[in-house]
């Protein structure tokens, strides 16, 4: 998503390269259909009895009786489809019901104030889930310079307002299997955030 540098250690605190790590996860798995050495990953991820540890037990195992066509299939169905797909994860159009709005304005203006520039190849506008992600990653990790405040405000402004609703929709879907429990992923990673980022606040 972008082309900054990074700028400080956050990383190296196991707390804050865990939630990169998590943004980063769903970032990638939202951007593009998983490939088969992904996948065979996945599978292999283990949690602990909490409600996030079982929500990647059960992606897992949806890993392991999936292959790379199916989820690519399923990908497609829910994320493009023809003419459009079953859901449009974009914050503009969750929102307010149409692509390219309001919020797609205020976002680009945020990011610029933040350095961030759309990564070449990349042509999704950048309101897209998979790209809101990965901004948040990057400022969790440092690649982006973003104090606690501002990324409290980024996460407050550009998806706590539609994130849950989406995952919500996503967990749903008609198509959706394997992406089912990364739905129930995505709904406790950005309750989670919302907790923390109150409770700091």
């Known amino acids: 998503m972008t082309d900054?540098?990074?700028i400080n250690g956050r990383a190296n605190d196991p707390l804050e390269a865990s939630r990169s790590d998590q943004y980063r996860f769903m970032a990638r798995m939202l951007s593009s259909a998983?490939?088969?050495?992904?996948?065979d990953h996945v599978s292999r991820l283990q949690g602990d009895d909490g409600p996030l540890g079982l929500a990647y037990g059960a992606l897992a195992q949806a890993a392991k009786r999936?292959?790379?066509?199916?989820v690519e299939r399923e990908f497609f169905e829910l994320f493009i489809g023809v003419g459009r797909?079953?859901?449009?994860?974009?914050?503009?159009?969750?929102q307010t019901g149409f692509l390219?709005?309001?919020?797609?304005?205020i976002l680009r203006d945020d990011l610029s104030r933040?350095?961030?520039?759309?990564?070449?190849?990349?042509?999704?506008?950048?309101?897209?889930?998979?790209?809101?992600m990965d901004v948040?990653?990057?400022?969790?990790?440092?690649?982006i310079a973003a104090s606690d405040d501002i990324q409290r405000a980024f996460f407050n402004r550009h998806i706590a307002?539609?994130?849950?609703q989406f995952f919500d929709d996503l967990a749903i879907a008609p198509s959706a299997d394997f992406y089912r429990p990364l739905a129930e992923i995505g709904r406790l990673l950005t309750d989670i955030e919302a907790r923390a980022f109150a409770l700091a606040a």
Not at 117 to 127: F, K, L, S, V, Y
Not at 136 to 143: C, K, L, N
Request: net charge negative.
């Open 66 to 70: 999936c292959d790379a066509a199916r």
């Open 100 to 105: 390219n709005e309001r919020p797609l304005a």
């Open 161 to 164: 307002p539609w994130a849950g």
């Open 4 to 6: 900054s540098q990074p």
């Open 85 to 94: 797909g079953e859901l449009l994860p974009y914050a503009s159009f969750y």
């Open 136 to 143: 948040m990653a990057d400022m969790i990790s440092g690649e």
């Open 114 to 132: 933040l350095g961030v520039a759309r990564a070449a190849g990349r042509h999704e506008p950048e309101d897209h889930i998979a790209l809101l």
């Open 34 to 39: 998983p490939d088969q050495a992904l996948l």
